[in-house]
T-cell receptor, first 114, second 112 residues
């Protein structure tokens, strides 16, 4: 069945390490997004991609990087430059960023720095 | 754009009562609005959406009201059930930067 899948569900990172969060969708959506969620706060946009091989920074892109080599995949790398990476990360996709339709979310990855 | 709050508003209702969750937005150019439900440790789920050319839209047990004059959105849940307990987010989008902006959310607790 169609959907958006994030892995892993839980991830632990040591100080100074880069880690990559996976996001895959089989909805044939053009647009994909990464959000960060901290306790008691709303979702903040890290990066988005409207089409393959294109991506744009969101509000809090510093310390993160992404790629969009395939339509169905939009991995997020949390680099050592991100000073406070512990958070819940959500990936989403939609038909198109310019289209007024809902975004579908994955189940999230909880990243903890140890 | 809409600010992200540091404190999560809470709403506690009795099972079977109606719930009303409110959301204020600041961007006059916002033309599309969505309500999402997020259960603990999971991703947000779409509940209902509304476009700015409407002021009311109904779904199954849910109604969204949009008041553009005062920039206010509300979600009404009829006959609230324990399974409705979750955090509810409103999201807004405008036609200029096309970014979806999320509010801080409201935690709904349903008492049996």
């Amino acid at each position: 069945d169609g959907g958006i899948t994030q892995s892993p569900k839980y991830l632990f990172r040591k100080e100074g390490q880069n880690v990559t969060l996976s996001c895959e969708q089989n909805l044939n959506h053009d647009a994909m997004y990464w959000y960060r969620q901290d306790p008691g706060q709303g979702l903040r946009l890290i990066y988005y991609s409207q089409i393959v091989n294109d991506f744009q920074k969101g509000d809090i892109a510093e310390g993160y990087s992404v790629s969009r080599e395939k339509k169905e995949s939009f991995p997020l790398t949390v680099t050592s430059a991100q000073k406070n990476p512990t958070a819940f990360y959500l990936c989403a996709s939609s038909i198109g960023r310019l289209v007024n339709t809902e975004a579908f979310f994955g189940q999230g990855t909880r990243l903890t720095v140890v | 754009g809409e600010s992200v709050g540091l404190h999560l508003p809470t709403l506690s209702v009795q099972e079977g009562d109606n719930s009303i969750i409110n959301c204020a937005y600041s961007n006059s150019a916002s033309d599309y609005f969505i309500w999402y439900k997020q259960e603990s440790g999971k991703g947000p789920q779409f509940i209902i959406d509304i476009r700015s050319n409407m002021d009311k839209r109904q779904g199954q047990r849910v109604t969204v009201l949009l008041n553009k004059t005062v920039k206010h959105l509300s979600l009404q849940i009829a006959a609230t059930q324990p399974g409705d307990s979750a955090v509810y987010f409103c999201a807004e989008k405008d036609g200029f930067d096309n970014d979806m902006r999320f509010g801080a959310g409201t935690r709904l607790t349903v008492k049996p």
